[in-house]
């Protein structure tokens, strides 16, 4: 019995004794310890790379130098490239060691701390976005969003008046003004946030004022009064200009096609005369009163606006007219019209008057030319067919009226070449060459222009001259010796009532007597 318990107690002593070997085997390969640069770490044998650079070993224990006499048993001493690596057993009680630096690879230990670093920056912004500054109010943190709903909704005036506001309170709150000031970081933020907010504002100001077939025109430019005025504001008053004047373009196309083409084109084109001219002031006064009030910035791009559109309607114009041969007398009544609303215009300070008589050149010339043409071989046919026979008047009434006719005209002196109740000492020829030139005349008063004025008088000159022709031929010629005196009634009436009557208005409309209608000399020998 006390054998066996001898037996295994010492069974028991020798497994605890070799347990106890294996550990402190196993610990003294598993802990030898160096210091790396003034840090302690810890490596195995075949982990060592001594070929790389030379490393300084600094052991826990002194070592012991050369001459001192050999190593302890505890340290033993590796010679390499001229250096030496000194191993060494680890004390029994080791300094604490940080795991994080217990690598040799040195790329990942450089990704370890550029990881810290970062984990530290975004603890330091959560911290910044969590805990903002006291001198931030509530109001100044919600201004993207506000912005973004302010937007959403149309609510465009709203949202730049607290753009204002948030530029104002930060421009407050800089440093250089004395007063609390904000984080530089948070202002440089909230700025970018505005610009951001600022330019989706103008994107949708800008869907808003463009022209697609989609949208209506029936508001006009009251409608774009406030997109234009928030552009404004937004220091976009190019972009703002270039908006209206297309919004511009397309009211007026949409208006001209509203205006119908009944009847002859010389009616259309009065009415859409109309409708030009009457838009384009409303526009001009919108631009000046409304849109762009003391300010120049739009002038310059609206004149030339105005001229582009002023310049399509006058070639629309000429196209209509001018397309057919058109009487002078149908003609003058619309160039005229044309002509005074254009001089509407000045008062508003734009002047297109220069860029319509210079458009109208060319075709009224060519006009004059061919009416010209005309009446002298109407002129030639009545004068073939003249018999030089007084003008029967036929009762008191046609008298009465061809008078005021004629008075009306400025001949006052009619009255003088009456004979009886209801007849004229003039010939029907001479009393319808007086009413056509009269209304000559008068049409080429209408066509009145400094680029015109020496067609206009060589057209009067012209047509008279053919009628004198006549009556010289008249004088001339002795078959008609009974009618003589008539003949001279008649070049008398020509010459000293009806010429002198149309020199007059010649002084009176164009500021100077033209010489070509200075005939009466000519002729008055004739007549002696």
């Excluded at 202002?187 to 600022?198: G, H, I, N, P, Y």
């Excluded at 997109?227 to 297309?246: E, G, P, T």
């Excluded at 559109?309 to 019209?337: D, K, M």
């Excluded at 007059?504 to 010489?515: A, D, L, V, W, Y």
Aim: charged share 25%; hydrophobic share 40%.
């Amino acid at each position: 019995m006390l054998s066996f318990f001898v037996i295994s107690v010492s069974i028991i002593f020798y497994h605890v004794y070799s347990n106890h070997l294996e550990w402190k085997k196993r610990k003294e390969e598993e802990t030898t310890m160096m210091w790396h640069k003034g840090q302690p770490v810890k490596f195995q044998d075949s982990v060592i790379n001594t070929a790389s650079v030379p490393i300084t070993m600094i052991a826990y224990k002194p070592i012991p130098q050369q001459g001192d006499g050999p190593l302890p048993p505890e340290v033993k001493k590796i010679v390499y490239n001229g250096g030496s690596l000194v191993r060494f057993r680890e004390p029994e009680t080791p300094p604490v060691i940080d795991q994080r630096k217990l690598s040799f690879n040195p790329i990942k230990e450089t990704e370890e701390e550029h990881e810290q670093e970062e984990e530290e920056e975004e603890e330091e912004s959560r911290a910044s976005a969590v805990l903002p500054s006291p001198f931030i109010p509530e109001w100044l943190l919600e201004v993207p969003e506000d912005l973004d709903v302010l937007i959403v909704e149309r609510h465009f005036e709203d949202a730049y008046n607290l753009i204002e506001k948030t530029r104002e309170f930060l421009n407050e709150t800089q440093p250089s003004t004395g007063r609390e000031s904000l984080d530089v970081s948070f202002v440089t933020e909230m700025r970018k946030k505005l610009d951001t907010r600022v330019d989706t504002l103008t994107v949708m100001l800008t869907k808003e004022l463009k022209v697609t077939p989609e949208k209506s025109l029936q508001g006009g430019l009251r409608s774009a009064r406030p997109f234009i005025r928030v552009l404004n504001q937004l220091n976009k008053a190019s972009l703002s200009c270039d908006l209206f004047l297309a919004l511009c373009s397309s009211i007026l196309r949409a208006q001209l096609k509203r205006v119908r083409r009944d009847g002859p084109a010389l009616n259309y084109v009065s009415s859409a005369s109309t409708v030009f001219f009457t838009n384009l002031s409303l526009m001009t006064t919108e631009l000046q009163k409304v849109a762009f009030p003391g300010t120049g910035e739009c002038a310059a791009a609206f004149v030339v606006w105005a001229t582009r559109e002023f310049n399509l309607f006058v070639s629309y114009v000429i196209r209509e007219l001018f397309v057919t041969q058109s009487s002078l007398s149908s003609l003058s009544p619309c160039i005229a019209a044309v002509s005074t609303k254009c001089d509407q215009l000045t008062s508003l300070g734009l002047d297109l008057r220069y860029l319509l008589d210079g458009a109208l050149r060319g075709p009224l010339t060519k006009a004059l030319k061919e009416t010209r043409d005309k009446l002298t071989d109407t002129i030639k046919l009545r004068c073939s067919e003249d018999k030089w026979k007084p003008f029967n008047l036929n009762n008191r009434q046609q008298r009465d009226k061809f008078l005021a006719e004629f008075s009306e005209a400025g001949l006052t002196s009619m009255t003088s070449y009456l004979t009886g109740d209801c007849w004229l000492r003039l010939s029907n020829n001479t009393i319808l060459f007086t009413r056509l030139y009269l209304s000559l005349l008068q049409d080429c008063f209408q066509l009145a222009t400094s680029e015109l004025l020496y067609s206009i008088e060589d057209t009067l000159y012209v047509v008279m001259q053919h009628q004198l022709k006549h009556v010289d031929a008249s004088l001339r010629n002795d078959q008609l010796a009974d009618e003589r005196e008539f003949i001279v009634q008649n070049a008398d009436f020509i010459l000293n009532n009806l010429l002198t009557l149309c020199e007059n208005k010649f002084e009176q409309h164009f500021q100077f007597k033209s010489k070509k209608l200075e005939t009466k000399e000519k002729v008055e020998k004739l007549c002696v």
